[in-house]
């Protein structure tokens, strides 16, 4: 019969014992390695090729150097002092390729390096147990780029793989193949399913990142605050995505669709730049907003990280943006007290974050739609200003001004122009020179949405009419129950002042109607020069995609920004929302316990339901261990019971029959019913003898 060891904490982890000093063997080291490369990939695409080509390179030798442990030139390059050596060089090169070192690039690369640098000199178990504690870190550290369904399917690998070199390094010696451990990590892992799962719903949610870095020099994405022609246009070239917006009530046509972002009032004759100088939208504003135009619609914009503090609304703004969470839903923006305000509405329009977008944004907004903003003041001198540079276009626009009886009819008269004459609307125009308005009103007259909205507003300028240009989106694609804006949508138009308002006119409208009816695909004459997703034609791959946006979106919504709002609204659903927060605690605890318990106990039990006869034979030997009788590693049941007897005389026929009902139990198949006769009958005899041996004399003394 077989008998287990005692449990032992040293037994079941080794790993973690500082005086291991056993060599690594092959099988550990393929294992670590292959943890390296699923560490390590996630991150060649967020930082220097040189520092992945220097980490990976490591790894490499580390493995050739196994393959070949008398090769010289590696075992020199992977001895301590190489090692510790292109480490430090590393650093220094990493603070020469940032420019700083106390940020979150700069760290993460040199991790990466140390990670590596760690595997190239693991020699024996404590090694390898501090390099899986870098490796758990590194793993974690992706989610400093990107928080998105494909960074959670890639970590599972490395989270096996991490998992597995635990399962080898407990038992080097382990003859269990890769199979067994695979099976026994997933059950391990189903098992910690539902704490983890728990931990997520009642857990404190913090409401910033668990970071604390300086800004990083991460490329800024989307529009920039400032327009020169063509950067729209290159802009307008990517499927990415800018945001998302998912409305509470129907989606408004797609001419209504006018995402402002940033207003350019400043122009030096090529390119047009923010205001230096904002006001905040005050009560009056809003009031003016909600009593002169249209009633507000209430709906959700979920913003990637673009690195930039503007955020994007409808035209015109009612309120404030305000954090979601799911009570918001249920009233008006403007009206909700439940919800923190994020940004700040300008009188200009434009809606500026506290500060900058550096993780996913998920944002309240209502909004009139109108093409119309509320004056609250008179315009700026910079909306009027104009350099003396496109000489024909100011001498242009005052002849036809002198032809209209007032600013509206001019304004009209502009977009007539732009309808009537050849002028064509195009991704790739011809470059421009120094005075680009004169060039593309006069000679190419061909171009993209900033070439037009530019060309308006300088006209107006030109006549005296205060006016601004307006960057944002325009349009979008419904999939399933939310709408796209991707960055091909990007639009700008432009906004003059007329009648004591700031009145929306699109120029591009006047060239290319089925640009804002339609999207960009139907405005140009050749739709592959438009991105995939763009497009107008169906196709499986396009399809494809969209579904796979349809389950990211969901992951962002549900998962990703499931903060301390949403988390309250949760506990509000199920019936703990006035429960305070030591209440809430003590529940997770004791179904954490339940589930400890159940998880850890119950296989135990069943196991000792299903082989009482192993744990009665336990405890026998446990009662003549007690009285110096020691059981032999090598002596059968039948040996030991027989010497008992020579030890115990007197108690012979009791050690007999405990003989005899061990064989039938283990060696024998009987039913059931006899099964249950023997075990009583071993409990008893057992019993028995603890009571009595004692009191009993030993015939021989003990060995």
Not at 313 to 331: C, E, F, I
Not at 571 to 576: F, M, Q, R, S
Not at 666 to 676: L, M, S
Request: aromatic share 10%; glycine share 4%.
């Amino acid at each position: 019969m077989t008998i287990r060891k005692g449990f032992s904490w040293r037994n079941l982890l080794p790993v973690l014992n500082p005086g291991d000093n056993s060599r690594m063997d092959a099988r550990t080291l393929y294992a670590l390695s292959c943890l390296l490369v699923l560490v390590q990939l996630p991150h060649t695409l967020n930082m220097p090729i040189w520092v992945s080509a220097v980490g990976l390179s490591m790894v490499g030798a580390r493995l050739a150097l196994l393959k070949n442990p008398k090769h010289k030139l590696l075992g020199w390059l992977l001895s301590p002092a190489s090692v510790t050596g292109i480490a430090a060089l590393s650093a220094l090169a990493i603070k020469w390729d940032y420019g700083y070192i106390i940020g979150r690039d700069p760290c993460v690369a040199f991790l990466f390096i140390l990670v590596a640098a760690k595997f190239a000199e693991v020699r024996r178990a404590i090694d390898a147990t501090l390099l899986l504690c870098l490796c758990a870190f590194l793993l974690l550290t992706q989610y400093f780029y990107s928080q998105t369904i494909i960074a959670a399917i890639v970590t599972l690998p490395a989270v096996v793989a991490l998992a597995y070199c635990l399962a080898i390094l407990r038992d080097a010696k382990s003859p269990q193949n890769l199979i067994f451990h695979l099976k026994l990590i997933g059950k391990l892992l189903l098992q910690g399913l539902p704490i983890a799962a728990l931990l997520f719903f009642v857990f404190p949610r913090l409401p910033g990142p668990l970071w604390s870095l300086p800004d990083s020099s991460t490329a800024t994405t989307g529009l920039s605050d400032s327009m020169s022609p063509g950067s729209i246009g290159k802009l307008s070239q990517s499927d990415a995505v800018a945001f998302r917006v998912e409305f509470d009530n129907d989606t408004p046509e797609p001419n209504q669709l006018y995402w402002r972002g940033i207003v350019l009032s400043q122009f030096d004759g090529r390119s047009w730049s923010i205001s230096d100088q904002k006001f905040h939208a005050s009560a009056t504003y809003f009031n003016k907003v909600q009593s002169q135009l249209k009633p507000s619609i209430d709906y959700t914009v979920t913003l990637p990280a673009h690195q930039q503090r503007w955020l994007f609304a409808l035209d015109a703004a009612s309120s404030q943006p305000k954090n979601y969470n799911a009570s918001s839903r249920q009233q008006a923006t403007a009206s909700s007290t439940t919800s923190r305000a994020i940004g700040t509405v300008f009188t200009d329009g434009q809606i500026l974050a506290r500060e900058r977008v550096t993780q996913p944004l998920r944002y309240r907004q209502s909004s009139s739609l109108s093409d119309v903003i509320p004056a609250v003041h008179k315009p700026r001198a910079d909306t009027l200003h104009l350099p003396e540079k496109n000489t024909r276009t100011i001498r242009f626009a005052k002849e036809l001004r002198a032809r209209t009886s007032s600013d509206r009819a001019y304004a009209k008269e502009v977009l007539r122009h732009f309808n009537q004459q050849p002028f064509r609307y195009t991704l790739e125009p011809q470059l421009l020179g120094s005075t680009p308005v004169d060039e593309f009103l006069f000679d190419t007259r061909e171009g993209f949405c900033e070439h037009y909205a530019s060309a308006f507003v300088v006209l107006m300028r030109a006549v005296g009419i205060p006016a601004r240009i307006v960057t944002g989106y325009q349009g979008g694609e419904i999939n399933n129950d939310y709408l796209i804006v991707r960055q091909s949508n990007a639009h700008a138009w432009a906004e003059v002042y007329l009648d004591g308002v700031w009145q929306r006119a699109d120029p591009t409208a006047a060239v290319a109607p089925s640009r804002v009816e339609q999207g960009l695909a139907a405005a140009l004459p050749n739709e592959a020069s438009v991105p995939r997703l763009s497009r107008q034609t169906p196709g499986l791959i396009r399809n494809a995609l969209l579904r796979w946006d349809t389950l990211n979106y969901h992951w962002q919504r549900l998962v990703i920004d499931f903060d301390d709002d949403s988390q309250k609204s949760f506990w509000d659903a199920i019936g703990l929302g006035k429960a305070a927060l030591w209440q809430i605690c003590i529940i997770a605890l004791l179904i954490t316990s339940l589930w400890s318990a159940w998880v850890i106990g119950l296989p135990r039990w069943q196991r000792s339901t299903l082989e009482r006869q192993e744990r009665h034979w336990n405890r026998l030997v446990k009662t003549l261990g007690a009285h110096s009788l020691t059981r032999q590693h090598t002596e059968s049941a039948a040996d030991f019971l027989l010497r008992a007897c020579e030890h115990w005389p007197a108690c012979t026929s009791q050690f007999m029959r405990l003989s005899i009902a061990f064989e039938q139990l283990r060696f024998q198949a009987i039913d059931e019913g006899q099964q249950k006769i023997l075990n009583t009958q071993l409990l008893k005899d057992i019993v028995w003898l603890q009571l009595t041996l004692p009191f009993r004399r030993r015939a021989l003394p003990a060995n």
